[in-house]
């Protein structure tokens, strides 16, 4: 069973700062993936970064990465000069990562709404 | 660039109706799944499909519920006596072989009078 707690229901940041939305998790899969998805009001979830358990580097994508303590369970992403386009709910997820593919699917947490003041 | 469809994107319903929600995923992905979202609440699992059968259901997908894949393309969840609870957005999502990311398509917005 997967749980993912944020706890941070909405978030402030002004824009062209940076920004660390938190997340925490728990999982008693051996292997697993973590992502952050961003579904602005337009309501599409869309991907924006994911991260292998097994690798210890974090992941990074342009102005977003992660901070991934992997003991501590801890998967928090940063957003670096915010842009107003980022403005959108956050949810945090994981799911196994059985080799070979797998239907299992995502455990989402209850999401940040990020607002980027201009 | 591929992605997930779905339709219809609002559907209004009264109590005690059935609804069909469809959805056509990706074409080369063989994994797919309904979640929901109640509003302000956070995306829940439902159901998902593999191989033409349900491979991992929630306990919110209960006997009211149920999804099928009628022609090799669409990927339907049906809501058979809708509940003024069942008002939400319901997402599709596929996914590749390999494991890991799940394609989302915009979502049904399901409301229950």
């Known amino acids: 069973a997967q749980t993912v707690t944020q706890s941070q229901p909405e978030m402030s940041v002004q824009e062209a700062e940076t920004v660390t939305l938190s997340c925490t998790y728990d999982?008693?899969?051996?292997?697993?993936?973590l992502f952050w998805y961003k579904q602005p009001p337009s309501r599409q979830m869309i991907l924006v970064i994911r991260q292998e358990a097994y690798k210890q580097q974090n992941a990074t994508e342009n102005r977003f990465s992660v901070n991934f303590q992997k003991a501590a369970k801890s998967f928090s992403l940063k957003i670096s000069d915010s842009q107003l386009g980022d403005a959108a709910m956050y949810f945090c997820?994981?799911?196994?990562?059985?080799?070979?593919?797998?239907?299992?699917?995502?455990?989402f947490g209850k999401g940040t709404h990020l607002i980027i003041q201009p | 660039e591929p992605e997930v469809t779905q339709t219809p994107s609002h559907q209004v319903t009264q109590m005690g109706q059935e609804v069909i929600l469809r959805c056509v995923p990706i074409?080369?992905?063989?994994?797919f799944y309904w979640y929901r979202q109640i509003l302000g609440q956070k995306v829940e699992f439902l159901v998902s499909?593999?191989?033409?059968?349900?491979?991992?259901k929630s306990e919110i997908f209960d006997d009211q519920f149920s999804v099928e894949r009628p022609d090799g393309s669409n990927f339907t969840l049906k809501i058979r006596s809708t509940k003024l609870e069942d008002s939400a957005m319901y997402f599709c999502a596929s996914k590749r072989p390999v494991p890991g990311e799940l394609f989302f398509g915009e979502g049904s917005r399901l409301t229950v009078l």
């Open positions: 999982t008693s899969e051996s292997d697993y993936y």
């Open positions: 997820a994981t799911s196994p990562g059985r080799s070979g593919g797998g239907a299992d699917g995502l455990t």
């Open positions: 499909f593999y191989n033409n059968e349900i491979s991992e």
């Open positions: 074409s080369n992905h063989l994994y």
